[in-house]
Each structure stands twice: as C-alpha cells, then as structure tokens.
T-cell receptor, first 116, second 113 residues
Framework: DVKVTQSSRYLVKRTGEKVFLECVQDMDHENMFWYRQDPGLGLRLIYFSYDVKMKEKGDIPEGYSVSREKKERFSLILESASTNQTSMYLC???????????????FGSGTRLTVV | AQKITQTQPGMFVQEKEAVTLDCTYDTSDQSYGLFWYKQPSSGEMIFLIYQGSYDEQNATEGRYSLNFQKARKSANLVISASQLGDSAMYFCAALYNFNKFYFGSGTKLNVKP
C-alpha cells in the first residue's frame, strides 16, 4: 500500500528548540509539500519542493526551513520553535502532470506539534 | 488571488439523509482540478473525489458526487445516504498550477443517529 509517512504522530517541544519533522513517500512522486492546519484557517502551505534539492516558499514560510536531499524525503525544520508554531503539520506528495488525470495529493497522517 | 471558499463551518445531517457541502473557487485559469478530502478526528486526509475543469459530466464515487457548475465556479460535494462514519471535516481544494493546491477552510459535518 503506497503512502506518505510522517515520523511522529505527536510531538512536544520547548520554546527555542530546533525541531525536525520528517516525511517520506514511497510513490516516486516528484512534488512534496508541507502544510500547517489550524482551526478556522484550513491548510496553509509552508514550503514545497518540485525536485531533489529544490524548494519554494509557500504562503507562510517565516520561521521554517526545509530540506530535500533525496526524492522520497522532505524535512520541515523549525529553526527556533515558538508557541505560535503549535499546530497540526501535514506532509503531502503528488506526481507531475501526465501521470494520470487525477494528480491530487496523497497526505501523511499528520504531526500534532505542541510548543511549550 | 486564487481562493477557495467554504461558507459552512459546521453542518448537521440526519443519518441516511443526503447532504450538500458548498464550495466555490476563484480562478481565471482554463485548466484546473477540483478535489474533496475528508479528515476524520484521527487527522489523516482522505481523498474522496476529483473533477477536472474540462470534464463535462459530474464526478461520482460511490455515495459521493460532485455538483460542478463551471459558470458559477462552484464544486459542491453531495453525500447521499449519510452514515455515522461520515462525521468529519471536509475540505474542498483546487489545483491551478498543476502542482500547488489551494484549500478551503473546511466544513465540519456531524451525522446524527
């Protein structure tokens, strides 16, 4: 069963810590994304990547960075965690066009991060 | 700006009845895709249904159908014969540039027994 795997389901970190959220997909998808989800705000795009070693800022990149050293892995980094980064983080991947009419996202199960 | 609007933050429906979740989108692109996702309390996002902008027929997947009205830029999700397991958050999303999704703020559906 193909899927997107996020390394942690729940995470509690202290303010100021450097936090790594890992995401791995086994579908050979070119594109990977990090979203955060907050009540009433839906999903907001933090960063995305179209290829290895490539990254693009989304709508809310401040306070985050990403790394994509291998095609299957996309890491989200909180350089210095703050309480306003407490949220649900969702990773997703998608294929390039031409690999089927439905090239929607496949999501991971999410990481609930609490910063105290 | 590309935008997805879901105007119903929460909805109730009686078990076995049909329910419509509203979604409107805003784009000048000719080619785009529309999606609905379900998010149960466990948090994972589950793909439900897809409609391409050039598809002439409304998409259907089992009890889910997408009421696509291109001129109105609406893509409402219809769930027939609601089940208790349908209680969840539902997100409408649009794919405008082949690789980047825009999501609505979601509708929380509660199915009453």
């Amino acid at each position: 069963d193909v899927k997107v795997t996020q390394s942690s389901r729940y995470l509690v970190k202290r303010t100021g810590e450097k936090v790594f959220l890992e995401c791995v997909q086994d579908m050979d998808h070119e594109n990977m994304f990090w979203y955060r989800q907050d009540p009433g705000l839906g999903l907001r795009l933090i960063y995305f990547s179209y290829d290895v070693k490539m990254k693009e800022k989304g709508d809310i990149p401040e306070g985050y960075s990403v790394s994509r050293e291998k095609k299957e892995r996309f890491s989200l980094i909180l350089e210095s965690a703050s309480t306003n980064q407490t949220s649900m983080y969702l990773c997703a991947s998608s294929p390039n066009p031409g690999r089927g009419a439905n090239y929607g996202y496949t999501f991971g199960s999410g990481t609930r991060l609490t910063v105290v | 700006a590309q935008k997805i609007t879901q105007t119903q933050p929460g909805m109730f429906v009686q078990e076995k009845e049909a329910v419509t979740l509203d979604c409107t989108y805003d784009t000048s692109d000719q080619s785009y895709g529309l999606f609905w996702y379900k998010q149960p309390s466990s948090g994972e996002m589950i793909f439900l249904i897809y409609q391409g902008s050039y598809d002439e027929q409304n998409a259907t997947e089992g009890r889910y159908s997408l009421n696509f009205q291109k001129a109105r830029k609406s893509a409402n999700l219809v769930i027939s014969a609601s089940q208790l397991g349908d209680s969840a958050m539902y997100f409408c999303a649009a794919l405008y540039n082949f690789n980047k999704f825009y999501f609505g703020s979601g509708t929380k559906l509660n199915v009453k027994p």
